[in-house]
Structure formats: C-alpha cells, structure tokens
C-alpha cells in the first residue's frame, strides 16, 4: 500500500512551479482536506447572535500549540527536536532521500516556528474577542494577497452579502502566513505541504506511517503506551 492512497495529492503538490500555484492548490482540495496553513469555515458572529459570518482562523501547526514552538525549557526543546525527526522519517518513509527529508523537515519547522510566533497564546485565546476582527474582503486580500482569498470564497459560493463582514480570528497570524508564502522558498513550501498531506493521512497508509504517527503523537507527546 506505501503512500499509493495520497500519491494523487503528493503528485499535485510535485506539479506546483510558482506562488500562484501554491493559491490554487490549497483552494482545488480545501472541500476535502482543507486549507493546510489555516482554516475557514462559518461562526455565529459574536456582536449579532442571529447572524452566521465567515471565520478565517489560525492553523498550520503540527505541534498541539504555540507554547510547544516557543518555550526554551529542556523538555520542549527535546519535543521541537522529535517532531523534526518524525517528520523526517515521514518523507523517508515517502521515498526521499534521508539528507533531503532532514533538511525538508527543518525547513517545514522553520515555517511552523515563524506561524507560531504569530499566533495568540493560549492564554489571550480565553477571551474571545481577542479572536473577533471584522475586516471586508479587500482587507483581507491586503493582508494576504497570496492566498487570493477573494478566489477561494467564491468558489465555495460565499455571498457577495457576506464578504463586507469577515472574521480573521488572528490578523498577526494571516500577516506572518503571508510573509511565509511571499518569502520562503517555493521548495520549502512544498514540502511543508508534503508533510502535512503524509501526516493527515497516515492512519491510512501503510503500517510504517501509522506507527510513526502512533509513536510521536500517541506514545511520546501523551504517554499512550500501546
């Protein structure tokens, strides 16, 4: 079985040549998978409890939360240091090369890290208007061109009603995704998609992928022994 059930995924990922393409991929599956460095979906709007607006929230993180990225404790830093070998060991497992797959795994924690650091903390997400910014649709393709928002809600046939009231649950976020997008290598990018595809589907790959999964998440992160 190996990764045959995500090749289709893993071979639309291997066809992105430019930035443009990296938009249009993440909007052509975000039905069935979603959007990888972010969600968006529909929320109650808090100030208008009978109206359903859309939510453009925080994501991307392979590590439970923010904390995991950024504190410098003995223990974290062994953590930051597995979840880097785990995703190694799941391009390995894809059919890269062990140098390549070390090198993509810190390149795709290198993008996490600067995603965290822009995200709230657990903390400031206790108050729930620390997660409500209303901006229009021109705003948020100001702050993030690159994911060509506008394009995106479109196609999942979002009223053009609903597009002068968005929530961006965490602007700073959205800023530091698009510096990513703009900035990072377009290699980089890719295989921050590659991981993310092969981690969301290891349960249904073959028993290599599930174990690997198992063993990071389950046995080391919360102490599941079997």
Known sequence: ???????????????????????????EGADRRGLYFFGAGSQQDPKNAGMMIV?????????????????????????????????????????????QAGADATAVMKIETALANASLTRVERRNPYNEYHPMKISEVESLAPSLEMGAYLSEEHVPASALSN?????????????????????DYLKAYLRVHALNAAAPSLSTPFEDAQFDFYSRYLRGVPQ
Request: aromatic share 6%; glycine share 6%; charged share 25%.
């Open 1 to 27: 079985r190996g990764v045959s059930p995500l090749k289709p995924e893993l071979d639309r990922i291997a066809a992105i040549q430019d930035r443009k393409q990296v938009a249009a991929f993440l909007r």
């Open 55 to 99: 939510r453009i929230g925080a994501g991307g993180l392979g590590l439970p939360d923010r904390d995991y990225y950024t504190k410098a404790d003995a223990k974290s830093v062994e953590t930051r240091q597995r979840y880097v070998a785990y995703m190694a060991h799941l391009l390995s497992l894809s059919g890269e090369s062990q140098a």
């Open 166 to 186: 968005i929530n961006v649950s965490q602007p700073k976020f959205l800023a530091a995704l698009e510096r990513e997008l703009a900035t990072e290598p377009l």
